[in-house]
């Protein structure tokens, strides 16, 4: 069965401090990993994850995949309190679309 | 594009009751996603269609719950009868093709008592 472990499950750091979180997966036949931002309502693509060592960065978000150690991180750099949410991990196994694995998510809140 | 839109926002029912929800994915999209969210058990893979047929349903969790795809713009989920443990969040998702990133609706929140 296929695992998408998230690490921390929540953090609470204050605004302009820089966050690390984690995303390790077990699944065969891997295609893609996928980040999303929750905040009230529906998950919000941030990026997609398909080469290994490449970086990905929007604006204060970055985020890079190790198929070899099989996890992925997203980093936060001077976080704002608008960045509270929830951050998804998931995945997206090869030969058809067979739906997203997601793990259950980092709850992450910036103190101001 | 308005995206994926979802009705009702917020259902309440009685326990035994028929619960349908429904979807209009993008336009255009190929393939469409149900998925539920609790606090337990996160976002789960309930069922997904590509160009209206359904193709994996193995994540619906008994035969209470069906799905329909009768055209690309719309889809229901139905449960028949509603009981409390069904108490979650409801989301639609569409893509353009298999290997994109999906879009999300706003979800449906559904209430049994």
């Known amino acids: 069965e296929d695992k998408v472990v998230q690490s921390p499950l929540s953090l609470v750091v204050h605004e302009g401090d820089t966050v690390t979180l984690n995303c390790s997966y077990e699944?065969?036949?891997?295609?893609?990993l996928l980040w999303y931002k929750q905040e009230k309502k529906a998950p919000t693509f941030l990026f997609m994850l398909?080469?290994?060592?490449i970086e990905k960065k929007s604006g204060r978000l970055s985020s890079i995949l190790d198929k070899k150690e099989l996890f992925s991180i997203l980093n936060i750099t001077a976080t704002q309190t608008g960045d509270s949410a929830v951050y998804l991990c998931?995945?997206?196994?090869?030969?058809?679309?067979?739906?997203?694995?997601f793990g259950k998510g980092t709850h992450l809140i910036i103190q101001p | 594009d308005a995206g994926v839109i979802q009705s009702p926002r917020h259902e309440v029912t009685e326990m035994g009751q028929e619960v349908t929800l429904r979807c209009k994915p993008i336009?255009?999209?190929?393939?469409l996603f149900w998925y539920r969210q609790t606090m337990m058990r996160g976002l789960e893979l309930l069922i997904y269609?590509?160009?209206?047929?359904?193709?994996?349903d193995s994540g619906m969790p008994e035969d209470r719950f069906s799905a329909k795809m009768p055209n690309a713009s719309f889809s229901t989920l139905k449960i028949q009868p509603s009981e409390p443990r069904d108490s979650a969040v409801y989301f639609c998702?569409?893509?353009?093709?298999?290997?994109?990133?999906?879009?999300f609706g706003s979800g449906t929140r559904l209430t049994v008592v």
């Open positions: 336009s255009g999209h190929d393939y």
């Open positions: 998931a995945v997206l196994r090869g030969g058809g679309a067979d739906g997203l694995t």
């Open positions: 398909t080469s290994s060592g």
């Open positions: 699944v065969t036949n891997f295609r893609s």
């Open positions: 998702a569409s893509s353009l093709q298999a290997y994109y990133g999906y879009t």
């Open positions: 269609f590509n160009n209206n047929v359904p193709i994996d």
